[in-house]
T-cell receptor, first 117, second 114 residues
């Protein structure tokens, strides 16, 4: 079975340009996460989806970041315009189910390394 | 808010020896889950071991085991018979009993000396 697929693996853009990341979760996984991992740090949650609904986007910088998960499957994370401080690895993860007593393993993709110059 | 602290930025161990990575966390919840993830240079986070807070027995997965001290809010990872392939960043992570994402520590870089 294929794991979580992310593209692109690497992206270099100039500041003020837009950028988008794509994630295809494991088939049947209802919950999808986007994390940002700064250099030398652990990942930090940006947004969590339950099917197509964003149920936790409190850490998403909404002035420049947006995300969508059409039909509850693939997801796209967009930054517009990008800033130098957005340079990081953006990780996507999915899990089968979430909820009280149902916290299951999250499977991660290989991430997209974004460099803003 | 929950926090996860890993106080060892880097650890080094000789191949075939045992190493313990430390993790402490802070939470007011009684139902939660703790994880250790491995992140090799490929960047993909790989689950090493998980522990449900309601279980008193420490989790074990082959050469990997944890020492879960709930009262002390401590969750250390022991790697026995270290292998070169164990070299990676190791992250301790917390998830609440509700529908939460993971809260990660800053990670420990594990070096295996041949």
């Amino acid at each position: 079975e294929a794991g979580v697929v992310q593209s692109p693996r690497y992206k270099i853009i100039e500041k003020k340009q837009p950028v988008a990341f794509w994630c295809n979760p494991i088939s049947g996984h209802n919950t999808l996460y986007w994390y940002r991992q700064n250099l030398g740090q652990g990942p930090e949650l940006l947004i969590r989806y339950e099917n197509e609904e964003a149920v936790d986007d409190s850490q998403l910088p909404k002035d420049r970041f947006s995300a969508e998960r059409l039909k509850g499957v693939d997801s796209t994370l967009k930054i517009q315009p990008a800033e130098l401080g957005d340079s990081a690895v953006y990780l996507c993860a999915s899990s089968l189910a979430q909820g009280p007593g149902l916290n299951t393993e999250a499977f991660f993709g290989q991430g997209t390394r974004l460099t803003v110059v | 808010a929950q926090t996860v602290t890993q106080s060892q930025p880097e650890m080094s161990v000789q191949e075939a020896e045992t190493v313990t990575l430390s993790c402490t966390y802070d939470t007011s919840e009684s139902d939660y889950y703790l994880f250790w993830y491995k992140q090799p240079p490929s960047r993909q986070m790989i689950l090493v071991i998980r522990q449900e807070a309601y279980k008193q027995q420490n989790a074990t997965e082959n050469r990997f085991s944890v020492n879960f001290q709930k009262a002390a809010k401590s969750f250390s990872l022991k790697i026995s018979d270290s292998q070169l392939g164990d070299a990676a960043m190791y992250f301790c992570a917390y998830a609440g009993g509700g529908a939460d994402g993971l809260t990660f520590g800053k990670g420990t870089h594990l070096i295996i000396q041949p």
